[in-house]
């Protein structure tokens, strides 16, 4: 067979990529419930599927004695509370407005508390009175840089807003949240130049809460690379385990995206800033191969081969021969910026052989982050299966996913990776779920901190005559009375 390097030679190549035989799946995944259908709360349609999801619930509710209880909000496919559990909690309480989401979650959670209000309609009084802190992923789009980078000047990311609300109200019924977690995507930080970061930081202080970032990369858990940002804040009269909370910056934690954005912040937050703590992850066990469904169908035909081979630069070309002569069996492959043409008006498809699959998202196109194989005398390619991306977050292999491919690939790639979270859960979540609570101790607050609520909280008080007007605790009012007086 002939190489795909070259024009006259791909057409063969192309050919018998096509008609390659695939044999037969001997252990077909579990059949799919349909996201969208309303039935699909009630029922699974396969007998096997069914009972490996009684099973791993049943297991898990016989777990959930004596655990802290917390709740998710934004809960999706519900790969949060996943992760929460496997690290030693319990969700006593979850939120999520998308329907098809709710499909997903009771299917997959037979029994469990979900609530389908917009968030907007939650209070603290639904939350039970046992549960000690809560989750939130927030829409990302306004943050993202593939979208509008709108920030809290959006109208979707700005339900973060909602989560603190809740916040708010739980602490002026006089128990307030041990510990509240962040978790979006890494433009947060500088989102409208690191002031929306601030903003929510600044939203979280305001509240008693002292707050710290950690970068968190999934590709030192499972091969694909995707960095999040993850903010948790603790209660600041909570007596915090010292081994939580480093002198500085770490190596794995705060990378310098997150250095800059601390820069950025200011001073009230800087007080109440903590550089939080964990162990290094070992090194991944997960490989690129141990992801793929190796008797997966769905292979590209040949016009779409052409269509990718005219594409390639001649370094891809390069990559591909490399391949095969290394015996690299798995790559990947995707377009470059979109429909457009590359720097040089030619360039618009990437391989790589590094072992990594690209960010997963939800709304990937056609061309967009593909499987390739390299055969002895050519090339083949198809797009990544539904369980291949579910694995790639995190998900057992007995989560059951929708039949509909978009509500699949929206269901996953909303989604936080499932071990690189149960890391922060299991080393810096529960630590502050089990800490004792201890006395207040006020922190000073400095005459003018920079941010709409720094404004709102510590603007500058001329004698007695001006009040502040907001929902401030007593001690807070103390000092101000003090500074007033000074």
Wanted: net charge positive.
């Amino acid at each position: 067979m002939t190489d795909t390097t070259t024009d006259t030679a791909a057409p063969g190549a192309f050919r018998n990529a096509e008609t390659l035989s695939i044999p037969a799946t001997s252990n077909p995944a579990p059949r799919r419930v349909r996201g969208t259908s309303r039935t699909a709360r009630s029922r699974v349609t396969k007998a096997g599927t069914r009972r490996a999801v009684g099973a791993r619930h049943a297991k898990q509710a016989a777990d959930q004695e004596g655990r802290p209880s917390f709740a998710e909000f934004f809960a999706g496919s519900g790969a949060v509370k996943i992760a929460m559990e496997a690290a030693g909690f319990a969700c006593g309480f979850a939120n999520d407005f998308d329907p098809r989401k709710q499909d997903a979650y009771v299917v997959n959670f037979p029994g469990s508390p979900l609530d389908g209000q917009s968030i907007a309609e939650v209070t603290a009084r639904d939350l039970p009175h046992d549960i000690q802190g809560v989750t939130g992923s927030s829409p990302c789009q306004d943050f993202s840089m593939l979208g509008t980078r709108q920030g809290f000047e959006g109208t979707r990311s700005i339900a973060a807003f909602e989560l603190i609300r809740i916040i708010g109200e739980r602490r002026a019924q006089g128990d307030p949240l041990k510990y509240v977690v962040f978790e979006n995507v890494v433009g947060l930080l500088s989102s409208r130049d690191g002031k929306d970061f601030a903003l929510l930081c600044e939203a979280l202080v305001s509240q008693g809460y002292v707050v710290g970032g950690l970068l968190l990369e999934a590709g030192w858990f499972l091969p694909q690379m995707r960095e999040r940002v993850i903010l948790v804040a603790a209660r600041d009269d909570l007596v915090i385990p010292r081994h939580l909370v480093a002198r500085g910056p770490t190596e794995e934690w705060h990378e310098d995206a997150m250095r800059r954005a601390h820069a950025r912040l200011p001073l009230a937050v800087h007080r109440a800033w903590r550089w939080w703590r964990m162990p290094a992850p070992p090194p991944r066990r997960v490989q690129f191969e141990d992801v793929l469904e190796q008797d997966a169908g769905g292979w590209l035909p040949e016009w779409r081969l052409r269509q990718i081979n005219e594409r390639l630069c001649p370094e891809d070309r390069e990559r591909i021969e490399a391949a095969r002569k290394a015996g690299i069996r798995w790559g990947v492959t995707m377009r470059k910026g979109g429909g457009g043409k590359g720097v040089d008006g030619t360039c618009r498809q990437l391989v790589t052989f590094d072992g990594l699959f690209r960010c997963i998202t939800k709304n990937e196109g056609r061309d967009n982050q593909q499987v390739i194989e390299v055969l002895p005398g050519g090339w083949r390619v198809r797009p990544l299966t539904g369980r291949e991306r579910a694995r790639l977050m995190g998900l057992p292999d007995d989560y059951v996913l929708p039949t509909q491919a978009a509500t699949a690939m929206a269901l996953t790639g909303d989604a936080v990776v499932v071990p690189a979270y149960e890391w922060v859960a299991r080393h810096l979540l529960l630590p502050l779920a089990q800490a004792e609570v201890g006395e207040r101790r006020p922190r000073p607050l400095p005459r003018r901190a920079r941010g709409a609520i720094g404004r709102i909280l510590s603007r500058p008080i001329k004698g007695l005559t001006r009040r502040i007007e907001a929902q401030v605790p007593p001690e807070t009012k103390d000092i101000l009375a003090a500074e007033a007086a000074e």
